[in-house]
Nanobody, 122 residues
Framework: QVQVVESGGGLVQAGGSLRLSCTAS????????MGWFRQAPGKEREGVSW????????GYADSVKGRFTISRDNAKNTLYLQMNSLKSEDTAMYYC???????????????WGQGTQVTVSS
């Protein structure tokens, strides 16, 4: 069966950096678009960044443009999110997801991980 597992979350001070990783198994990783989403307490899940199957196209939420970078290594079945200049408003549970369509719409993603918590202290 398909498994998606995120790692790399933690507690960091404002202005700091974190790198999230996501490994997926049980699927042909290079066939799937991938995305990072986040959900803060009391808020809806939102798209953070998304990447096409071969990595040639990427997209970002306006709130993270210029600070976050998404990338993937299809040989390792791994997705990354480099997060720099973190702000307190970046605090959330971060989820990795795989889907057929390159999109920022979480409803279009089929396989989801359990999430990794990112907490930014001000």
């Amino acid at each position: 069966q398909v498994q998606v597992v995120e790692s790399g979350g933690g507690l960091v001070q404002a202005g700091g950096s974190l790198r999230l990783s996501c490994t997926a198994s049980g699927l042909t990783f290079g066939f799937y678009a991938m995305g990072w989403f986040r959900q803060a307490p009391g808020k809806e899940r939102e798209g953070v960044s998304w990447i096409s199957p071969r990595g040639s196209n990427t997209g970002y939420a306006d709130s993270v443009k210029g600070r976050f970078t998404i990338s993937r290594d299809n040989a390792k079945n791994t997705l990354y999110l480099q997060m720099n200049s973190l702000k307190s408003e970046d605090t959330a549970m971060y989820y990795c997801a795989a889907g057929i369509q390159y999109t920022d719409d979480p409803d279009r993603f089929t396989y989801w991980g359990q999430g990794t918590q990112v907490t930014v202290s001000s």
